[in-house]
């Protein structure tokens, strides 16, 4: 359903005439993304979600390689793509001044579908994402999860054989968001090929058949979640606030590194990283290390393995800062 292979785009800053700076936005990217896939780019901001997203929907014109939907060119023929994909950008972009079935209709209509098909198809969707009581109030009064869901069954309309979503959750509170979760699950189940862009690391967690994982343009993990968790060395996390002289830290990470199971440890700015590949009782063996070397912890975290531990594994930062 979609073919990347190479692309980039760089964008380039101008003041004054002259060029100041180019942004990688996206350094080279390849995957593919079979039908009836659903399928989730996740990295933090800026890593180049909204780019990529942009150039698979022809609103963004890459600088190099090629991108490939339904085996048709973004950049050859981006009409004929156009009609094959749904897009829900991440801006709320719908008329407020009309209802939401007003707002179904009429994109059916620029898409030169006939009355009848779109009128059945908008009381389909509209039951679908659970609008049918609202459907004929104006949009400016929808709150922010309806409006969400408007905006997807806006972008099914026209029976894309694709739908893109840019982040689609975000700003949702967390039960318009499991909603949410709930009703793109049963989409996919019924056939629907998604692209996704998050940066919750959960959403594609529980969402995605297969997820990359985007930063600073490159893709540095692709594969199925519980093969992504299953690569991080020691997947158990144990993440240690502490206060105490260098050589302290450096005596407490030497001691932890020889505690059973430990696979790795990390000490920096007064934050000490634990990989595991078990955490029963480690915490009460990490705690006493240190109080026999009179470390103080100030905080202490156990995560169990997960995609943002493989973030945080492979780039030394966290997905949420
Ligand atoms: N039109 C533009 N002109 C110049 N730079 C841009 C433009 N659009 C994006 N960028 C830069 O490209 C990089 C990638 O941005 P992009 O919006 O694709 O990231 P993102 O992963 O969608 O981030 P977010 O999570 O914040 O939406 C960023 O450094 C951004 O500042
Ligand atoms: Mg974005």
């Given at each position: 359903?979609?073919?990347?292979?190479g692309?980039?785009?760089?964008?380039?800053?101008k003041?004054?005439?002259?060029?100041?700076?180019?942004?990688?936005a996206?350094?080279?990217?390849?995957?593919?993304?079979?039908?009836?896939?659903?399928?989730?780019?996740?990295?933090?901001?800026?890593?180049?979600?909204?780019?990529?997203i942009?150039?698979?929907?022809?609103?963004?014109?890459?600088?190099?390689?090629?991108?490939?939907?339904?085996?048709i060119?973004?950049?050859?023929?981006?009409?004929a793509?156009?009609?094959?994909?749904?897009?829900?950008?991440?801006?709320?972009?719908?008329?407020?001044?009309?209802?939401?079935?007003?707002?179904?209709?009429?994109?059916?209509?620029?898409?030169?579908?006939?009355?009848?098909?779109?009128?059945?198809?908008?009381?389909?969707?509209?039951?679908?994402?659970?609008?049918?009581?609202?459907?004929?109030?104006?949009?400016?009064?929808?709150?922010?999860?309806?409006?969400?869901?408007l905006?997807?069954?806006?972008?099914?309309?026209?029976?894309?054989?694709?739908?893109?979503l840019?982040?689609?959750?975000?700003?949702?509170?967390?039960?318009?968001?499991?909603?949410?979760?709930?009703?793109?699950?049963?989409?996919?189940?019924?056939?629907?090929?998604?692209?996704?862009?998050?940066?919750?690391?959960?959403?594609?967690?529980?969402?995605?058949?297969?997820?990359?994982?985007?930063?600073?343009?490159?893709?540095?993990?692709?594969?199925?979640?519980?093969?992504?968790?299953?690569?991080?060395?020691?997947?158990?996390?144990?993440?240690?606030?502490?206060?105490?002289?260098?050589?302290?830290?450096?005596s407490?990470?030497?001691?932890?590194?020889?505690?059973?199971?430990?696979?790795?440890?990390?000490?920096?700015?007064g934050?000490?990283?634990?990989y595991?590949?078990?955490?029963?009782?480690?915490?009460?063996d990490?705690?006493?290390?240190?109080?026999?070397?009179?470390?103080?912890?100030?905080?202490?975290?156990?995560?169990?393995?997960?995609?943002?531990?493989?973030?945080?594994?492979?780039?030394?930062?966290?997905?949420?800062?």
């Open positions: 359903m979609i073919i990347v292979k692309l980039q785009k760089i964008y380039k800053q003041r004054n005439g002259r060029l100041v700076a180019e942004i990688k996206v350094d080279g990217i390849d995957f593919e993304v079979a039908r009836g896939e659903f399928f989730g780019l996740l990295g933090p901001n800026g890593a180049g979600k909204t780019t990529t942009g150039i698979l929907t022809t609103r963004v014109l890459p600088t190099g390689g090629i991108a490939l939907i339904d085996g060119d973004v950049m050859r023929d981006p009409v793509v156009k009609r094959r994909i749904g897009v829900v950008p991440q801006a709320n972009n719908l008329d407020r001044s009309l209802t939401g079935r007003e707002n179904l209709l009429f994109h059916a209509e620029y898409f030169g579908i006939d009355k009848r098909t779109r009128e059945r198809r908008a009381a389909e969707l509209l039951d679908l994402f659970q609008l049918s009581e609202r459907a004929d109030e104006k949009v400016s009064v929808y709150s922010g999860g309806m409006a969400q869901r905006k997807i069954a806006r972008a099914l309309m026209h029976d894309p054989a694709i739908l893109f840019d982040e689609p959750t975000t700003g949702l509170d967390p039960q318009s968001r499991h909603a949410l979760w709930q009703m793109l699950f049963e989409l996919n189940a019924r056939g629907q090929t998604i692209f996704l862009t998050t940066h919750y690391m959960e959403e594609a967690d529980r969402l995605c058949q297969r997820v990359a994982i985007m930063d600073h343009g490159k893709l540095i993990a692709l594969d199925t979640p519980s093969n992504l968790k299953r690569s991080v060395p020691g997947g158990y996390l144990i993440e240690l606030r502490v206060r105490a002289a260098e050589e302290l830290l450096s407490l990470s030497t001691a932890l590194r020889k505690l059973p199971n430990v696979v790795d440890v990390h000490s920096m700015d934050l000490i990283r634990l595991a590949n078990r955490s029963e009782g480690l915490l009460a990490a705690v006493r290390l240190a109080n026999e070397r009179g470390v103080l912890i100030t905080d202490a975290h156990v995560a169990e393995p997960s995609l943002e531990t493989l973030f945080l594994h492979l780039t030394g930062r966290s997905l949420r800062e």
